[in-house]
């Protein structure tokens, strides 16, 4: 079905840099939406990702609801904010998808990207404007304070060939209490971000691979060691939230 939804068109890099005061509309009601296609499967501690018809427009949304009462009310509303935070932020970033709303504290909808994630091996060969574009997306996020975090899985090849960045779950906003600290995380964040894209050229576009990047697969990142401290506790987190869910629903049967 071809997508109803209008395309961005991306402005220029100096229309990425000041930050929009516009609310996102926050329409409440459910019956706004319109389930079409599901993109990806819920399960105990994964947000249910779906194709819809939202307010006339294609558009996707992400939603926490198939789960328990914990995970809806806290780690479902957690990630909504903080994910909700981050478009909200990156409002008119050239490549990164529009907020719509969210709904209930435990969903968000998100302007539909006519696209293929990356990683699905079917996309036309990814050229080096392709990454290019990637890193002057990365940049303008980071311009405005938001780190991604989780990019290698979660890049869009748009039908024009263009990069989107969606799933900003895994962000990191950097707040104001932080603003001492900013110039030193904007330049850590500078080579995570680096070595995300190298990894993920590694897996779709190895020959773009440059010889800094190679170097860069291999280094040992600033911070990783902490880096990689709050990885293990997220991943310790979700698995509890997944143990916690199973026994939920086994108990429900
Ligand atoms: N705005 C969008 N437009 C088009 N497709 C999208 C959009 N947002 C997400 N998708 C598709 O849905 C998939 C799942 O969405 P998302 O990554 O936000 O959820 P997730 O729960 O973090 O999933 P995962 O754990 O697999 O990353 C994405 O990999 C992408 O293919
Ligand atoms: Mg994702």
């Known amino acids: ?20 005061a516009v609310p996102v509309a926050s329409p409440t009601g459910r019956d706004r939406v319109t389930h079409l296609r599901l993109l990806r499967a819920g399960a105990p501690a994964h947000a249910e990702v779906w194709l819809i018809e939202y307010a006339g427009q294609l558009a996707v949304l992400k939603s926490y609801a198939h789960g328990g009462w914990l995970f809806r009310t806290v780690a479902g509303a957690h990630l909504v904010r903080r994910e ?13 998808p529009r907020l719509l709303g969210c709904i209930g504290g435990e969903a968000l909808v998100v302007e539909h ?10 996309t036309h060969q990814l050229g080096a404007d392709f990454f290019a574009a990637l890193n002057e997306i990365l940049r303008a996020s980071r311009a405005r304070g938001v780190l991604h975090g989780d990019v290698k899985r979660n890049v869009l090849c748009a039908g024009d060939g263009r990069p989107w960045l969606v799933d900003f779950g895994a962000s990191f906003v950097i707040g104001r209490w932080l603003s001492p600290l900013r110039p030193l995380i904007l330049r850590v964040a500078a080579v995570y971000d680096q070595r995300a894209v190298a990894k993920l050229k590694r897996q779709v576009a190895p020959h773009l691979l440059t010889a800094d990047e190679g170097r860069l697969l ?4 600033p911070f990783e060691q902490l880096v990689k401290g709050g990885e293990r506790l997220l991943r310790w987190g979700t698995q509890w939230i997944k143990r916690r869910e199973s026994r939920r629903s086994t108990a429900d049967v």
């Not at 402005?11 to 929009?20: G, H, K, N, W």
């Not at 990207?113 to 079917?122: H, K, Q, S, V």
């Not at 291999?218 to 990142?221: E, G, I, K, N, S």
Request: charged share 25%; hydrophobic share 45%.
């Open 1 to 20: 079905m071809a997508p109803r939804v209008a395309m961005r068109s991306y402005p220029s890099s100096e229309a990425c840099v000041s930050v929009s």
């Open 84 to 96: 909700a935070a981050a478009y909200r932020r990156l409002e008119g970033v050239a490549g990164v």
């Open 113 to 122: 990207i006519d696209g293929r994630n990356c990683l699905a091996g079917d």
């Open 218 to 221: 291999d280094a040992r990142l």
